[in-house]
């Protein structure tokens, strides 16, 4: 791990399990941030470069609010610079390393470059839930892992810690208050962890999974160029570690007209937008595992009541906060040419009462769901 000597403002490493007490600078990357590069062979103008005007300005935060922080600190950690981004192994270590460091970190600055404190020591109303920062799909990792992160405007005036706006946090990112002052997100199911980001976005379409990589505690390689395939990926690695259904409860509903049939996996965060009220329930859950024909999964196929002729697979997980318990299930249809094979419409999950489970067991299948989505003919686009 690489860290910035907040005296000689030079990079120095260290190995795991000798670096020293740090801070974190958490914020939107501009037009004109320092590199690796820049900081390790100085830039003629790197003095001027807005990027190190926004390094200085936080290590001069760092001194005038030493109080904050449970220690003082000497070195401080940018992603912009303590990283060699040329180098694909180092990225990729440093983005499965990334929420742990933010973790061990002494505390967590985060600057909000459109936010600008009144003359009255307030935020112009509502410029703090409308920060580029709450968009980003990186800083939710910058949100969620420090233990102590504190907010400040452009000119580095002091917002407020988390916990100080826990309220308005909450209010803005869907992340209940208790989960962003007692950092048990862990605890939240799978469905709640995804729709927390599904809102957010990133400027390459790989990162929106790498990003999230700490939050669901599993590690990958960066592949850069595999588009999408990178999030299915991120739910292949979860599943060989969580027995959470929930994270098969997301909305197809909002996929494209070109697609015929649903793969199990969602190609993106933003299909969870609907799905912090789903809790998994943990009872009488079979193994799953992902196989060449698509996920085999034991599950209840039950028919679909609104629909007849259609069908649902139902998950072990439900609703919560609902009048009526009930469970998830998400339409399915069968393969043609093979009934054990069924992927899933492109429709949006349906609850179904909790009246009778015993009836739910006995209708219990193994099953295999398809993995991708397969797109419609051309012919069948057409007509």
């Known amino acids: 791990m690489r860290l910035l000597n907040t005296q000689t403002m030079r990079l120095e490493s260290f190995l795991y399990g000798n670096t020293p007490p740090y801070a974190i600078l958490s914020h939107t990357w501009g037009p004109d941030e320092v590199t690796f590069q ?45 990283i060699d981004k040329t180098s694909s192994s180092e990225l ?16 967590c600055f985060a600057v909000l470059e459109d936010v600008l404190l009144k003359g009255d020591g307030l935020p112009v109303s509502n410029d703090f839930e409308k920060a580029r920062w709450f968009t980003r799909g990186w800083t939710l990792q910058e949100l969620l892992a420090p233990r102590r992160l504190d907010f400040f405007d452009q000119n580095w005036l002091w917002l407020g810690s988390k916990a100080d706006l826990a309220s308005r946090i909450s209010a803005r990112t869907n992340i209940s208050e208790d989960v962003i002052l007692t950092g048990e997100w862990p605890f939240a199911s799978i469905s709640q962890r995804m729709s927390w980001a599904s809102g957010r976005v990133t400027t390459r379409v790989e990162d929106m999974a790498y990003c999230l990589l700490g939050i669901f505690d599993v590690n990958m390689p960066m592949l850069y160029g595999e588009g999408e395939n990178a999030f299915i990926r991120l739910q292949e690695e979860i599943i060989k570690e969580s027995d959470d259904q929930s994270i098969f409860a997301w909305d197809a509903s909002k996929k494209p007209e070109v697609i015929e049939s649903v793969g199990i996996f969602a190609t993106s965060p933003a299909f969870f937008g ?57 339409p399915i249809q069968a393969d043609p040419a093979n009934a054990m094979v069924l992927s899933r419409l492109r429709s949006s999950p349906v609850m179904i009462p909790i009246r009778d489970s015993t009836a739910l067991l006995h209708s219990k299948r193994t099953v295999f769901l398809t993995k991708r989505d397969r797109k419609a003919s051309r012919r069948q686009q057409a007509t």
Not at 92 to 107: C, D, K, L
Not at 278 to 292: C, G, Q, V
């Open 38 to 82: 820049d900081v390790t062979l100085p830039h003629p103008d790197l003095a001027s470069k807005r990027g190190w005007l926004k390094i200085i300005g936080f290590r001069d935060a760092l001194i005038l609010n030493r109080n904050l922080l449970s220690q003082p600190v000497n070195y401080i950690w940018v992603d912009t610079c303590c």
């Open 92 to 107: 990729s270590e440093a983005i499965n390393s990334m929420f742990r460091w933010y973790r061990q970190s002494v505390g």
């Open 274 to 330: 609907d799905g912090a009220s789903i809790e998994p329930n943990m009872a009488d859950l079979s193994p799953y595992s992902l196989t060449n024909k698509g996920l085999q999964i034991t599950v209840p196929i039950v028919e679909r009541q609104d629909f007849p002729g259609e069908k649902l697979a139902v998950l072990s997980c439900s609703q919560i906060n609902t009048d009526l318990p009930s469970f998830v299930g998400i």
